[in-house]
């Protein structure tokens, strides 16, 4: 069973950028499709962003495309998320996923990293 876990979470002001980092441990991830999700108290968790297993092929949330970027260093086991003008809407828990390619279920789970954003 992978181990996942988040990094980088914070307080930022709004307009500015934060980099979360999720690392994984217990096996290698480099077959596995990788992604973040968010989930604000109240709300339902919502996916932002996933990265196929060679870093070719990127799927984002429609409304989050163009500032949050995905990507992977397979031969680090991990994989990044690239927040940029970070608005008032963003703050929540975020999390990082990985399924197959095959499975579309999202089979294991960080434990989340939160982000605040101040206005």
């Known amino acids: 069973q992978v181990q996942l876990v988040e990094s980088g979470g914070g307080l930022v002001h709004a307009g500015r950028s934060l980099r979360l980092s999720c690392a994984a441990s217990g096996r290698t991830f480099s077959s596995y499709i990788m992604g973040w999700f968010r989930q604000a108290p109240g709300t339902e968790r919502e996916s932002v962003v996933a990265?196929?297993?060679?870093?070719?092929?990127?799927y984002s949330t429609d409304s989050l495309k163009g500032r949050f970027t995905i990507s992977r260093e397979n031969a680090k086991n991990t994989f990044a998320l690239q927040m940029n003008s970070l608005k008032p809407e963003d703050p929540a828990g975020y999390y990082c996923?990985?399924?197959?390619?095959?499975?579309?279920?999202?089979?294991?789970w960080g434990q989340g990293t939160q982000v605040t954003v101040s206005s």
């Open positions: 996923a990985e399924r197959t390619a095959i499975d579309p279920t999202w089979a294991s």
């Open positions: 990265i196929s297993w060679g870093g070719g092929s990127t």
